[in-house]
């Protein structure tokens, strides 16, 4: 399995990274994406630390892991400004916050971190079918969680992305160990959603292809 968004103490996780990395292999993964939050006044903190860790300890830990941000809480006139940086600062993979209905992110960041061109846009919420058709055009994944909360409009991400060609990936937005759910909860998840198992099958290759672009980059 593949996962590529998740938090640690860097943020709002509750183990610090190597933990979460040893949680990781013993539930299944193969690859884990460290995705913690930033803006700009932590950004260059955090990936200096992710960096070195993925860098010293990947020989060692039996999963592939990669160091990433996810973009959050980020006024949507500075997304783009802020998607450059992590990236200029060695980001592996670039998530933005998508608008979830169970927080208060500002309506407008969708649209900024497509324009942006981050790789995924976590928990898209109620978002609208131009900015399916904006991910589709750009390249942008949208995300299908499994996390509490923001997994509550999987059915709507899943029915746009499914008439306006735009591509899926699945996460658990994992917080802690108990958030890395076994491969038969992830794709019950993804059927509750509404998808058929040739989607599901489609949505987890996506996530082998990114990380495997990744390692090629």
């Known amino acids: ?26 539930a299944g993964y193969q690859t884990l994406a460290f995705t913690d939050h ?28 990669l160091a990433g941000v996810e973009l959050t809480h980020t006024p949507p ?13 060695g980001a592996q993979i670039v998530l933005a916050h ?32 131009e900015d399916v ?4 055009e750009k390249g942008v994944f949208l995300e299908i969680t499994t996390r509490q909360g923001h997994s509550l409009t999987n059915g709507h991400v899943l029915s746009l992305a499914r008439t ?3 591509e899926l990936v699945i996460n658990n937005d994992a917080h802690a160990s108990r958030d890395l759910v076994s491969r038969e909860m992830r794709q019950k998840v993804a059927l509750g959603a509404g998808m058929n198992l040739e989607e599901y099958t489609r949505a987890e290759q996506n996530s082998r292809n990114l990380a495997s672009r990744i390692k090629v980059l």
Not at 5 to 19: C, K, N, R, V, W
Not at 77 to 89: C, E, G, N, W
């Open 133 to 136: 058709l904006l991910a589709a």
């Open 164 to 166: 306006c060609g735009a």
């Open 38 to 65: 930033v803006d700009h006044s932590n950004v260059e903190h955090i990936l200096s630390c992710l960096l070195k860790l993925v860098h010293d300890y990947s020989l060692y830990t039996e999963v592939e892991l």
């Open 98 to 129: 998508g608008e979830t209905i169970v927080e208060p992110v500002v309506s407008g960041t969708n649209h900024a971190a497509i324009q942006a061109g981050v790789d995924i846009l976590a928990h898209p919420g109620l978002i609208t079918r």
């Open 1 to 26: 399995m593949i996962d590529l968004h998740t938090h640690t103490l860097y943020s709002d996780g509750e183990l610090i990274p190597a933990e979460l990395a040893a949680r990781a292999r013993a």
């Open 77 to 89: 006139q500075l997304m783009k400004d802020l998607a450059r940086r992590s990236r200029d600062l």
